[in-house]
């Protein structure tokens, strides 16, 4: 329940309330134990659309967020590794991070971090096909409304709608070959030394999926979980209680409460 639709049952001002939120949120948070942290994914959201970020790093392995701050740059990374110091660990400790490929969270990465993650790699290669698609269609109306066969995982129908198309030509239908070529490089080789051949851009850190085979598709969850909070209050007004209830709803936290 929204915390202004809970001010006005109980008969209290909502930044009272926040206030108190914050409080015992600080208290709880201070407690978290992260000295088993060691893999790490790590993504940005919005408080609203288009701006005000929120950068939100998660464990892995238990799926929970360890750290939100405002911002999306390397500086966030750097706070993150800062606040590990808090909660008996380190950065040392953390073997692998499955981050965004912003040129700031690689940056971030390199200085304070493991960096790179092949879900990001995957979405930045379908960026690029549908980048092609909307501008070849422009001369070729064929290519209308077939935006979500080419980005998927197709349906029968929609193979068949594949099938039948004249693609020979299409450049969209080229960019398609070398994107499947591409995943099949992450499906088929398992080892670096193959692998490497296949690999030109962003090398080093691509390059880390074939010895850790890890990805950040659980942050999509966490992600989602965040956007239905956004959701359900209508937005936020102040960044700070965004940030305050990602931690209520994604990291298990212990109050003590009075009675």
């Given at each position: 329940?929204?915390?202004?639709?809970?001010?006005?049952?109980?008969?209290?001002?909502?930044?009272?309330?926040?206030?108190?939120?914050?409080?015992?949120?600080?208290?709880?948070?201070?407690?978290?134990?992260?000295?088993?942290?060691?893999?790490v994914g790590c993504d940005e959201t919005s408080s609203k659309k288009?701006?005000?970020?929120?950068?939100?790093?998660?464990?892995?392995?238990?799926?929970?967020?360890?750290?939100?701050?405002?911002?999306?740059?390397?500086?966030?990374?750097?706070?993150?590794?800062?606040?590990?110091?808090?909660?008996?660990?380190?950065?040392?400790?953390?073997?692998?991070?499955?981050i965004d490929m912003s040129k700031a969270f690689i940056k971030g990465?390199?200085?304070?971090?493991?960096?790179?993650?092949?879900?990001?790699?995957?979405?930045?290669?379908?960026?690029?096909?549908?980048?092609?698609?909307?501008?070849?269609?422009?001369?070729?109306?064929?290519?209308?409304?077939?935006?979500?066969?080419?980005?998927?995982?197709?349906?029968?129908?929609?193979?068949?709608?594949?099938?039948?198309?004249?693609?020979?030509?299409?450049?969209?239908?080229?960019?398609?070959?070398?994107?499947?070529?591409?995943?099949?490089?992450?499906?088929?080789?398992?080892?670096?030394?193959?692998?490497?051949?296949?690999?030109?851009?962003?090398?080093?850190?691509?390059?880390?999926?074939?010895?850790?085979?890890?990805?950040?598709?659980?942050?999509?969850?966490?992600?989602?979980?965040?956007?239905?909070?956004?959701?359900?209050?209508?937005?936020?007004?102040?960044?700070?209680?965004?940030?305050?209830?990602?931690?209520?709803?994604?990291?298990?936290?212990?109050?003590?409460?009075?009675?």
């Amino acid at each position: 329940m929204p915390v202004l639709k809970i001010g006005s049952l109980v008969g209290e001002h909502d930044t009272r309330l926040w206030r108190i939120i914050h409080h015992h949120l600080e208290e709880a948070y201070a407690k978290k134990d992260f000295s088993s942290l060691s893999l790490v994914g790590c993504d940005e959201t919005s408080s609203k659309k288009g701006h005000n970020y929120v950068t939100v790093f998660a464990d892995l392995k238990s799926r929970e967020v360890v750290y939100a701050t405002q911002g999306k740059n390397a500086e966030t990374v750097k706070c993150f590794a800062d606040e590990l110091a808090n909660h008996h660990a380190s950065a040392d400790q953390v073997k692998e991070v499955a981050i965004d490929m912003s040129k700031a969270f690689i940056k971030g990465g390199k200085d304070y971090l493991p960096p790179f993650n092949k879900c990001h790699v995957v979405k930045a290669l379908n960026e690029v096909q549908d980048e092609v698609r909307r501008i070849e269609q422009r001369e070729n109306p064929v290519l209308r409304k077939t935006r979500y066969i080419w980005l998927k995982n197709l349906t029968a129908k929609q193979k068949q709608t594949l099938e039948d198309l004249p693609t020979k030509n299409l450049k969209t239908a080229k960019v398609y070959q070398m994107k499947l070529v591409f995943q099949d490089i992450y499906k088929t080789y398992t080892c670096p030394v193959l692998a490497e051949g296949a690999i030109k851009n962003h090398f080093t850190g691509i390059m880390r999926y074939f010895t850790s085979g890890l990805t950040s598709g659980s942050m999509k969850g966490i992600n989602s979980r965040i956007q239905n909070t956004k959701r359900r209050a209508r937005g936020f007004r102040n960044i700070n209680n965004l940030i305050a209830m990602i931690y209520l709803e994604n990291t298990n936290l212990e109050f003590d409460l009075p009675m």
